[in-house]
């Protein structure tokens, strides 16, 4: 059933056309309905194609030696001892002390130790060589600017050492060095590459702006990061890579970030490892264009994280409640954001976001992880779609679990409990209904063709204002109780010709349509069943078909099973127990111990339906 989607103020991002599959590569995954438009290989849907995220990433955010970190002592560093309000040094780089600013004026490693209170570290390397930082204990301060500011070097590297701790500090106001553009803007700012390694901590406290800048690219390959910023922690504009490290963020705007919106091949972010703990008021972590992570621990809250409860009713009215999410473009708080790929490959994940967990502008693929999810808004959300090969998902709290033009569930685990609908293809850019029926039927899709589905939901379970195909997988679907909203609801077709779904709930569901090449049964009770109710389905010789005690109230039950054979005798029985492995309230290798027997049927169309 199409429903009244809250109005975010957001203006809808550009979405990228979705392409429908000619044919199959060899690992892919293609479906075939007698509609034409429900036919897509999933390997179409994102802008990695038939490829990894492993090799995607590999070519993205490549390192060289010198982001690695390395024995300084014996590389001829040049030793600066900041006193107070000025500095000493000791080397054979070319350093000028001028009262509280140190610059540094060609390529080479420079040690940095002691307390300056109110001056700057500037670099501007006229040979156009690496330069590299080795902060061995520092506390650097500035009132006015950026405490350490790269204006020009070919790349610039700052090494944390072992067992070091080193804090920079700003001001709440600038007196900015390039007034037109307002630079620097950041405690520690580089208007070129930028790598931060080593096994030491860094403290930066950024009270005028943001926390980290480079302009370029930014590599982190290390150490223990601990950024507070009034705006943004950490942003790179081309290139932010993440090899490992220890990173803690607390942002009043977004906590990681890139920003080139000029080049469609940069603004990315490429995360490999490390350990993230980010609390923002806006993004988690935003890529301008794509988004990659392989591995690593995240812990990220972003809006003071999804309201205590999440209601139907506080959307109904096409917009949120007073404690509900209200997305502009400078107050969005997303967990994980891009406009463009949106790639899961590893890592776990534990969100709790007050607007969307998980969005992409475009698509969202998961290859493998671990991730649970509050959210206040959608628990993934892409505009064109949303593809599983693998990965373990568990949304606790959402309005809505996952929402877009195509859901493709190939493998994974999927768990949802979800306020509204558990699975919603209503397609458009997290917009109302309005705007969401801009997009013809024929775009919209849900594809099952493998994994694990659990939908728990107060709207509909699983919701296509299209077709839905299933060939493969298990879908369990507890609730809806309401009568407005089914546990299936389809627009234009449902095809089933493989795996089982098993939904129990109000009346309002449908069942499978007449072309499916698997069977089904749509039993109506009388009246509604209490939540735990076992229903126990076997064949005439005993043979389990399914064993269900739905998690909630219910009056019909759906069953759709391979072992569903057309001219076969099949007996329905409530109530009784039963033992076995039980997930979701869905049963496996049990033993049913006979409650009271409903009916007794034989399979003759592609859908039987049962009253008793």
């Not at 700057?120 to 902060?135: F, G, N, P, Y």
């Not at 693998?390 to 709290?397: A, Q």
Request: with cysteine; hydrophobic share 35%.
């Amino acid at each position: 059933m199409m429903k009244r989607k809250f109005t975010k103020l957001l203006a809808p991002l550009l979405c990228t056309t979705i392409l429908f599959a000619c044919g199959n590569s060899e690992d892919s995954t293609t479906v075939t309905s007698t509609n034409l438009n429900a036919e897509v290989n999933i390997d179409t849907l994102s802008t990695i194609g038939d490829g990894d995220i492993q090799t995607v990433v590999s070519d993205l955010a490549t390192y060289s030696d010198d982001d690695l970190y390395t024995e300084w002592k014996g590389q001829d560093p040049t030793y600066i001892q900041l006193n107070g309000g000025t500095a000493t040094y000791e080397g054979s780089g070319a350093v000028v002390v001028s009262e509280s600013t140190i610059y540094i004026r060609t390529g080479g490693v420079y040690v940095l130790s002691g307390t300056l209170d109110d001056g700057q570290i500037v670099v501007e390397a006229e040979d156009k060589s690496t330069v590299r930082l080795v902060l061995n204990g520092v506390d650097i301060h500035n009132s006015a600017s950026a405490p350490i500011y790269v204006k020009d070097a070919e790349k610039m590297v700052i090494s944390l050492p072992e067992g070091t701790e080193n804090t920079i500090s700003d001001g709440t106001k600038y007196v900015y060095n390039d007034k037109e553009k307002e630079e620097p803007n950041s405690a520690i700012f580089s208007k070129d590459n930028l790598t931060i390694n080593g096994d030491g901590k860094l403290i930066v406290e950024a009270n005028f702006n943001d926390g980290i800048i480079g302009k370029d690219e930014l590599r982190i390959t290390g150490g223990n990061i601990e950024v507070t910023a009034v705006d943004d922690a950490i942003v790179g504009r081309d290139l932010v890579a993440v090899q490992a490290g220890n990173v803690t963020l607390t942002a009043g705007g977004d906590g990681i970030k890139s920003t080139n919106d000029e080049d469609a091949e940069k603004g990315n972010i490429a995360l490999e490892g490390g350990t993230y703990t980010i609390i923002a008021d806006n993004d988690g972590i935003q890529a301008q264009t794509s988004l990659y992570i392989l591995d690593g621990a995240f812990t990220i809250t972003t809006g003071g994280g999804s309201p205590e409860t999440i209601g139907v009713n506080e959307f109904a009215d096409g917009g949120h409640s007073d404690d509900s999410a209200t997305a502009t473009e400078t107050t969005s708080s997303k967990g994980l954001k891009a406009t463009s790929t949106l790639a899961i490959g590893g890592g776990t994940f534990t969100i709790d976001s007050y607007d969307d967990a998980i969005h992409s502008s475009n698509s969202v693929l998961f290859e493998a992880g671990e991730l649970t999810i509050d959210s206040g808004d959608d628990g993934i959300h892409a505009d064109s779609s949303v593809v599983t090969k693998g990965g373990d998902i568990t949304i606790t709290k959402t309005y809505e679990g996952i929402e877009s033009k195509i859901v493709a569930i190939a493998g994974g685990t999927i768990d949802i409990t979800s306020a509204d609908d558990g699975l919603n293809v209503g397609g458009g850019a997290d917009s109302s209904e309005d705007n969401m029926l801009e997009s013809t039927s024929e775009e919209h899709l849900i594809q099952i063709t493998g994994g694990y589905v659990s939908v728990n939901s107060l709207g509909d379970g699983l919701d296509s204002n299209g077709s839905f195909i299933m060939t493969g997988g298990t879908v369990v679907v507890n609730g809806p109780t309401d009568a407005g909203n089914g546990q299936i609801d389809y627009v234009d077709t449902f095809e089933i010709s493989g795996g089982v779904l098993v939904a129990a709930g109000s009346t309002k569901t449908q069942a499978s349509s007449e072309m499916s090449g698997q069977n089904a049964i749509l039993m109506t009770f009388p009246k509604m069943q209490a939540a735990g109710t076992i229903v126990h389905l076997e064949d005439s010789e005993g043979n389990t078909i399914a064993t269900f005690a739905p998690e909630k109230d219910y009056q019909s039950l759906y069953i759709s099973s391979p072992d569903l054979v057309n001219g076969s005798s099949y007996t329905l029985f409530s109530g009784g127990s039963s033992t076995g492995t039980e997930r979701n309230g869905l049963y496996t290798g049990s033993e049913y111990t006979v409650g009271t027997k409903v009916v007794e049927f034989t399979i003759s169309e592609v859908v039987t339906s049962l009253n008793g």
